[in-house]
């Protein structure tokens, strides 16, 4: 299977423990997306990457949260000192640019429970 | 402030007929639009995508029409089929970045 994974798929914690999921992106991709969703809506951008540049990142990212992809290859989402809030499905997503019509393949996502 | 908006949240079909799902932005500096559906535990899949230059897509059953006067795209799937009872998402996007997402409508084909 050549698509987008994420690891894990489920992940129950405690409030206040810190929580890191992980993304593959397919391999040629040069682009990374992460995505919170919660219920009812749609998802919802939380930061990118192009190569191992994180160029972007939503005001929905506090400090807590923070994203790596050090190689350009595989990414890293960590949330520290988790909230009852940050309960969500994450979504990573990636997608290969050669011009401006974009589009993004999603892995399953990790869903996130905080107690 | 919702750039992207699905006012129906859920939708019932008779399979074989044509379901019509709408998406209307207010972001006109958006230039290229997708459709994803979603099934439970799953990610989005990619259905299908249109450029602001178009006002017609098609992809087999699907066929997503950009109207950029009014702001508006619907996704039509002819014949429904009960397979295709899922969540559709528009995304919209500006020239490849910033990509917003709508809040979904589930699409439910009766048999």
């Known amino acids: 299977d050549t698509g987008v994974s994420q690891d894990p798929r489920h992940k129950i914690t405690k409030r206040g423990q810190n929580v890191t999921f992980r993304c593959d992106p397919i391999?040629?991709?040069?682009?990374l997306y992460w995505y919170r969703q919660t219920l009812g809506q749609g998802p919802e951008f939380l930061t990118y990457?192009?190569?191992?540049?994180?160029?972007?990142k939503s005001r929905l990212l506090s400090d807590r949260f923070s994203a790596e992809r050090p190689k350009g290859s595989f990414s890293t989402l960590e949330i520290q000192r988790t909230e009852q809030g940050d309960s969500a499905m994450y979504l990573c997503?990636?997608?290969?640019?050669?011009?401006?019509?974009?589009?993004?393949?999603f892995g399953p996502g990790t869903r996130l429970l905080v107690l | 402030d919702q750039q992207v908006k699905q006012n129906s949240p859920s939708l019932s079909v008779q399979e074989g007929r044509i379901s019509i799902l709408n998406c209307d932005y207010t972001?006109?500096?958006?230039?290229?639009f997708l459709w994803y559906k979603k099934y439970p535990a799953e990610g989005p899949t990619f259905l299908i995508s249109?450029?602001?230059?178009?006002d017609k897509n098609e992809d087999g059953r699907f066929t997503v029409f950009l109207n950029k006067s009014a702001k508006h795209l619907s996704l039509h799937i002819v014949p429904s089929q009960p397979g295709d009872s899922a969540v559709y998402f528009c995304?919209?996007?500006?020239?490849?970045?910033?990509?917003?997402f709508g809040p979904g409508t589930r699409l439910s084909v009766l048999p």
């Open positions: 997503a990636s997608s290969f640019l050669p011009s401006g019509e974009e589009t993004q393949y």
């Open positions: 249109i450029s602001s230059i178009k």
């Open positions: 972001n006109s500096m958006f230039d290229y």
């Open positions: 990457f192009q190569n191992e540049a994180q160029l972007e």
């Open positions: 391999s040629e991709h040069n682009r």
């Open positions: 995304a919209a996007s500006t020239y490849g970045q910033n990509f917003v």
